[in-house]
T-cell receptor, first 109, second 114 residues
Framework: EDQVTQSPEALRLQEGESSSLNCSYTVSGLRGLFWYRQDPGKGPEFLFTLYSAGEEKEKERLKATLTKKESFLHITAPKPEDSATYLCAVQEGSYIPTFGRGTSLIVHP | SQTIHQWPATLVQPVGSPLSLECTVEGTSNPNLYWYRQAAGRGLQLLFYSVGIGQISSEVPQNLSASRPQDRQFILSSKKLLLSDSGFYLC?????????????FGSGTRLTVV
């Protein structure tokens, strides 16, 4: 069973159409949940770290939230340049974070 | 500022040939270093990590090995490549206990074994 599950696998939006990506996890002692953005052919770029339920972080059109079982990455009024794969990673205790398989987002103009 | 360099960007190698991918970090000392492999639709698979010179931990038994000859240098190697070694290889660095900045990844190497 995967510790980290991301959904949907792929998402197509029209420019300006807000939506959310989901990252659910099953670890018991969450130390941190991380969101990354990855452009095709490049390494992931760090976006946020969330530590406890109820925490929220924002960056431009992105807002990440965390509950005890999942995290959401909300994208408000997306633009074509927001197209990328968004990766979630979960760290349990002192272990190295485990990555999900990602959500591929395409925003059409 | 900290930067991470990874090369080459693209590599096509025949089955049975050796492999050496190099990663170096600038602007920091004693980083934790990581090698990941990313296959289509399968997320990031941790291959090796290192918390210091000469200290290597392997996460997945396979045809690959890693070495850390210097504090900011991390090398991924293979003596004989298999077709299944094809993939996108990423080097990353991070700080144990300091998660607020996540990991910093290199630009990756696309390896195709033919």
């Amino acid at each position: 069973e995967d510790q980290v599950t991301q959904s949907p696998e792929a998402l197509r939006l029209q420019e300006g159409e807000s939506s959310s990506l989901n990252c659910s996890y099953t670890v018991s002692g969450l130390r941190g949940l991380f969101w990354y953005r990855q452009d095709p052919g490049k390494g992931p770029e760090f976006l946020f770290t969330l530590y406890s339920a109820g925490e929220e972080k924002e960056k431009e059109r992105l807002k990440a939230t965390l509950t005890k079982k999942e995290s959401f990455l909300h994208i408000t009024a997306p633009k074509p340049e927001d197209s990328a794969t968004y990766l979630c990673a979960v760290q349990e205790g002192s272990y190295i974070p485990t990555f999900g398989r990602g959500t591929s987002l395409i925003v059409h103009p | 500022s900290q930067t991470i360099h990874q090369w080459p960007a693209t590599l096509v190698q025949p089955v049975g040939s050796p492999l050496s991918l190099e990663c170096t970090v600038e602007g920091t000392s004693n980083p934790n270093l990581y090698w990941y492999r990313q296959a289509a639709g399968r997320g990031l698979q941790l291959l090796f990590y290192s918390v210091g010179i000469g200290q290597i931990s392997s996460e997945v038994p396979q045809n690959l090995s890693a070495s850390r000859p210097q504090d900011r240098q991390f090398i991924l190697s293979s003596k004989k490549l298999l077709l299944s070694d094809s993939g996108f290889y990423l080097c990353a660095w991070g700080r144990l206990g300091r998660t607020n900045y996540g990991y910093t990844f290199g630009s990756g190497t696309r390896l195709t074994v033919v």
